[in-house]
């Protein structure tokens, strides 16, 4: 009965001791809190998109204080602009922190907008903000009127963002008409920013207990949730990069026709469609232009014509201006820091041009030389004799076949001959001098 007794007791004080630590951890939990972060350290397009509209459901669904969006960026694609602003105006149930760090970072052009539009923007010192001047990104030239309705839409879209956050209108407007960019400070004296922090810790300490939307952060201490990007995200802002299109564009170019001029040779066709299929998937998601397209399209006539009809040079000269300025034309409707670098593009040319001087010199070749097949191929060519060969029979070997054999001399096994006729399926031959 004792043994009962103390059994029971022990199972009591288990029970209690796990009971406490329940609690203990509970109150451990709802004393501590997660802030969600992402980084975006490049030019805003679709990509940088995509990870942030991750980045608010993610927060959400972790139940984060909010999301800190660490912005490093030199501006952006218009459209992908829009929508990220339009994510944030419309996050309520997320608070949006944009935090432009570390030291030395931008928040230039498309930048702007973003910051703005966040429940509370941060700047770290030596950072800067502004120079918002729009830039046509819907492909196409931009004619004067055209230009006049771009900057009145961009100059009223970022005075919404500004009253919506009360923030400053006034300097907003500038940014955009006169592309002002001022610094850290200058921002926080002028209500642009909500204030300016040097590190996380001391972001944190700083949004702690703001009022958003009539909910308070409880940010200090709180662990931070990092969201790095997925493999989808890497892949698509690795091929939207305009160098990398332009290599994709000649894998694609020389594997089609490589596949053209040599069929059945599978390889350099499938490496081609699949350059051609993320080269058209990434330019659906960027303002390519037409034009640029259409020379490119033209420089590849123009080499084929070239390979199949020899024009002495003339087609692959045209070819290759047409290639130059195709590529050159191709992205001219990106902002400055997306543009495709002459470093890529006169390279790529030359290449380009050289693939098929070689290809067509390689054509004209073999349709100039004898094309030699079947027995006559074998005239000339070195045998071994297995057998000893005189002016009636004798054996060879050759290419991995015996022949019969008959010569003017007599020639021992084990010496070489070489091939002077075929007849019938008899070689005749002499010894190889």
């Known amino acids: 009965m ?32 997660t802030v969600a972060m992402i980084s975006v350290e490049s030019s805003i397009s679709p990509t940088a998109t995509n990870y942030i509209n991750r980045g608010i459901r993610l927060a959400k669904e972790e139940g984060a204080e909010c999301l800190i969006v660490q912005l490093d960026t030199p501006g952006g694609l218009l459209e992908s602009t829009k929508d990220i602003v339009q994510a944030f105006l419309d996050s309520d149930e997320m608070p949006i922190v944009v935090y432009v760090a570390p030291e030395g970072a931008r928040a230039a052009s498309a930048g702007t907008f973003i910051t703005m539009a966040a429940h509370i923007a941060v700047m770290a010192p030596t950072t800067t903000i502004g120079a918002a001047s729009p830039v046509q990104m819907s492909g196409g030239q931009v004619d004067s009127v055209m230009q006049k309705k771009i900057f009145n839409y961009s100059e009223s879209f ?31 004296e002028l209500n642009v920013i909500d204030f300016i922090a040097s590190s996380r810790e001391e972001l944190l300490d700083k949004i702690d207990g703001r009022v958003v939307d009539g909910d308070t952060l409880h940010t200090r201490d709180a662990t931070i949730s990092e969201i790095p990007t997925n493999l989808a995200e890497n892949l698509l802002g690795f091929i939207m990069r305009p160098e990398v299109m332009l290599i994709l564009t000649m894998i694609a170019i020389y594997g089609i026709i490589g596949e053209v001029t040599n069929p059945g040779a599978i390889v350099p066709g499938v490496a081609g469609i699949i350059a051609l299929i993320l080269v058209l998937y990434a330019s659906a998601s960027m303002p390519i232009n037409i034009a640029g397209f259409a020379l490119i399209g033209l420089a590849i006539v123009l080499f084929i014509a070239e390979a199949f009809t020899p024009a ?68 000339g060519k070195k045998a071994e004799v297995v057998e000893p060969i005189d ?43």
């Not at 030359?350 to 070689?358: A, D, E, S």
């Not at 010199?361 to 073999?366: N, V």
């Not at 070997?397 to 001399?409: P, Q, R």
């Not at 002077?420 to 031959?429: E, H, P, R």
Request: proline share 1%; glycine share 8%; charged share 15%.
């Open 158 to 188: 970022i005075e919404s963002i500004a009253n919506r956050r009360d923030r400053n209108a006034e300097w907003a407007i500038s940014a955009v008409r006169d592309g002002e960019s001022i610094t850290d400070s200058e921002a926080l």
């Open 312 to 379: 002495f040079g003339i087609l692959i000269a045209g070819g290759a201006i047409s290639f130059f300025l195709g590529a050159l034309m191709l992205f001219q409707d990106l902002p400055a820091s997306m543009e495709l670098s002459w470093a890529w593009l006169i390279p790529a040319t030359i290449l380009t041009t050289l693939f098929f001087v070689w290809i067509v010199t390689e054509g004209i070749r073999i349709q100039f030389s004898n094309n030699i097949t079947g027995k006559e191929s074998m005239i």
């Open 391 to 433: 002016n009636s029979h004798g054996r060879i070997f050759i290419n991995g076949e015996y022949w019969n054999a008959v010569s003017e001399e007599s020639i021992t096994e084990g010496e070489s001959c070489e091939i002077v006729d075929i007849q019938g399926l008899t070689a005749k031959v002499r010894r190889f001098s």
């Open 2 to 33: 004792r043994n009962f007794i103390f059994l029971i007791a022990c199972l009591l004080a288990m029970a209690g001791a796990s009971w406490s630590q329940t609690d203990t951890t509970a109150a451990a939990g709802a004393s501590s809190s």
